[in-house]
């Protein structure tokens, strides 16, 4: 019998916002919210942004005038809506309109005249060229002679073509939420969000621990373009060149697999299993795909899943640029039909345009964790399931002739996808009430091949109108961390019953494949047919391909009633409730700007000398439950 890996906690930070209790979800179908909704909301994004203060549990100006919610609303809605998913990017990245450059120079005398100049002794180049001519004026300055002339690099600036990104709200540092110093933005979205996911359970993680062994806890998590700033990889590649100092620093924390060592090593202080899969674009999906795997299997009880993706930096930008990849000004002015002559801006907000017409993806940074828990273990604790990952698929394309474009993979990976589905919940569950986040990238290739596909698939399994949206219009594409953008919008598609619509288009594009799918601009309402099944479709360069199974939380319910009985699930949905109101204590102090960031550095070391090791077992300093050793009957019949 193979253990259920259920969906106990997820959060993080993305361009809607956080994502536990579904608030960047809900920042996507603002319109559609209720009112109490809909201000809740605004509020907790009003405080991340620093647009409001809160002083005794009440929203104040910064003048210190109290607000209520609906004044709340009023006042700030519009920068609330101006500072958050795709917009122009903001000059905390960088300055698009005078990103840094340099240009060379070739320098000559003037009328066949030597060139001089005069530097201090300690910047002469090493070796000398032989062709200068070095006198000392004093001790530190030097006259240079010149006949032949040099080369030398100027500093300059130039306006970039791209301009807009998912970016986290305006206001919004993470790095500011606990002792950051020398971290990478990205991995201080990594702690910032593994905790926003741990938190959400409402279970203390000390509490988890007391219920499994100390390798019973996995870790997976990523990044893809690691760590580009100056703290990182981009400080090691520049130091040189800007003539500075590489730190020792600047490598280890480069690495992409900083994520998951950073949660393990400052948030969880787990010893079990860690590792940073990779798949490009989709590298969230085979970091799932390896904890389901652990839960499954019974290797792990607990993992925690995620990717951290910091890549608005200009290093990223003339990369995925150089290749046509991007959304750039040029290709929108065109979109909006806007002369040259025009000196309006295009609309920002609407540069990622999945499924219709569309001239590129748009960058996003982004953090995503979710908490996986076998179904036995999450009945003990009495922890929240806010859905279960059944399966995820990934498959190659084969032979290619280009790195870039899709291939015979995604055919695989989603129709057994669906295949499998229909075996767990039965063909009428998956025709009438699932639906399709799609990889949805906004651009003109993948608007036809991936339409195509799932089409084509639908005709397959016989799913007429299936419901197809994509995340990217909203938060755009934050490469390793997309799968699990659209993951937790999947989650809140289940707790709302609402599709989101992709808004940033005014009509599916005429070469979009739609016989079998139903694409829509604005929020789809499900109450009479509620969703039961998500699919989540991503891709990434180099034929990595990758689609998972997402069962609603309802669905999860009935299957643990069928294994564990009505009375253990009624005790079960009793502890539950407690649970429930802890995860709402925390969603209200999130709210009000407490987020209490699990970081612990340095504390709580274990002394390996204090391991007390037996021929069964080791017990680990810090951890009730012991280790051991288990009974191996793999190659038994293999053996006398």
């Known amino acids: 019998m193979s253990r259920l890996p259920v969906i106990a906690g997820f959060g993080g930070y993305n361009a809607a916002g956080r994502s536990s209790a579904h608030h960047a979800f809900r920042r996507m179908i603002l319109e559609s919210l209720d009112e109490q909704q809909r201000q809740q909301t605004l509020a907790g994004l009003a405080v991340m ?21 609906a004044e709340l609303e009023k006042q700030f809605t519009g920068q609330i809506i101006a500072g958050t998913l795709i917009r122009r990017i903001e000059k905390n990245h960088l300055d698009v309109d005078a990103a840094p450059w340099q240009k060379n120079l070739n320098l000559t005398g003037t009328a066949g005249k030597p060139l001089e100049f005069i530097t ?30 040099c080369d030398i690099k100027v500093d300059s600036f130039r306006a970039l073509p791209v301009k807009s990104a998912g970016q986290l709200p305006s206001g919004f540092e993470p790095g500011e939420l606990y002792a950051s110093r020398f971290h990478p933005r990205g991995l201080q979205m990594a702690v910032v969000a593994a905790t926003d996911a741990l938190r959400s ?12 062994a100390p390798d019973e806890v996995a870790v997976f998590a990523s990044s893809i373009m690691s760590q580009l700033d100056e703290h990182g990889f981009g400080g090691l590649m520049q130091s040189r060149l800007k003539g500075g100092r590489v730190s020792a620093k600047q490598l280890a924390l480069g690495l992409n697999s900083m994520p998951a060592d950073f949660i ?9 299993t860690t590792g940073s899969i990779t798949g490009a674009c989709a590298s969230f999906l085979y970091n799932l795909q390896k904890g389901i795997e652990q839960i499954s299997a019974g290797k792990a009880r607990v993992v925690i899943v995620g990717n951290s993706e910091a890549p608005i930096n200009q290093e990223c930008i003339d990369g995925y640029g150089a290749m046509g990849a991007l959304a750039t000004e040029e290709g929108l002015r065109q979109l909006e039909g806007k002369q040259p002559s025009d000196p309006s801006e295009v609309d920002w907000r609407r540069a990622s345009r999945p499924f219709g017409q569309n001239c590129g993806f748009t960058l996003a940074e982004s953090a995503q964790f979710v908490v996986l828990m076998d179904d036995a273990l999450a009945l003990q604790l009495g922890a929240e399931v806010h859905g279960a990952v059944t399966d995820v698929f990934i498959n190659a394309d084969g032979f290619k002739k280009s790195i870039s474009a899709p291939g015979p993979g995604n055919y695989l990976t989603m129709a057994k996808a669906v295949a499998s589905a229909i075996q767990i919940v039965g063909e009428d569950s998956v025709r009438q009430h699932s639906f399709v986040h799609a990889h949805g990238s906004s651009t003109p290739a993948n608007r036809v091949t991936e339409s195509e596909l799932l089409d084509r698939i639908a005709a397959t399994f016989g799913i007429h109108a299936w419901p197809v949206t994509a995340a990217k219009a909203y938060v755009g594409h934050s490469l390793a961390s997309a799968s699990a953008d659209q993951l937790v919008s999947a989650l809140g598609s289940f707790k709302y019953q609402i599709i989101p619509g992709i808004k940033t288009i005014d009509a599916i594009a005429d070469d979009v494949h739609q016989q079998h799918l139903r694409i829509s601009t604005t929020n789809t309402r499900r109450d009479e047919q509620p969703l039961e099944v998500c699919f989540i479709n991503s891709k990434g360069f180099g034929g990595n391909n990758a689609s998972a199974v997402v069962l609603a939380p309802q669905v999860v319910d009935r299957m643990l009633e069928k294994r564990y009985g009505a009375q253990r699930f009624a005790d079960y949905c009793a502890l539950r409730e407690h649970t429930r109101a802890a995860a709402s204590r925390y969603d209200q102090q999130a709210q009000t700007g407490q987020f209490n960031i699990l970081y612990n550095f340095g504390n709580d070391q274990i002394d390996d000398q204090q391991l007390q090791m037996t021929a069964q077992q080791i017990q680990v300093p810090g951890f009730r439950q012991p280790l051991v050793f288990s009974k191996d009957p793999r190659f038994s019949d293999m053996l006398d």
């Open 49 to 69: 942004m620093k647009l409001v203060k809160v002083v005794d549990g009440q929203y104040q100006t910064h003048s210190g005038n109290p607000l209520s919610l």
């Open 120 to 149: 201090l002794r300690k910047h002469l180049p090493e070796p000398l060229p032989s062709d200068w001519i070095v006198e000392p004026l004093n001790e530190t300055d030097v006259q240079v002679t010149l006949y032949d002339g």
């Open 201 to 212: 359970t409402g279970i203390e993680w000390s509490s988890i621990l007391e219920h499994v």
């Open 264 to 272: 393990n090593a400052y948030v969880l202080g787990s010893v079990g």
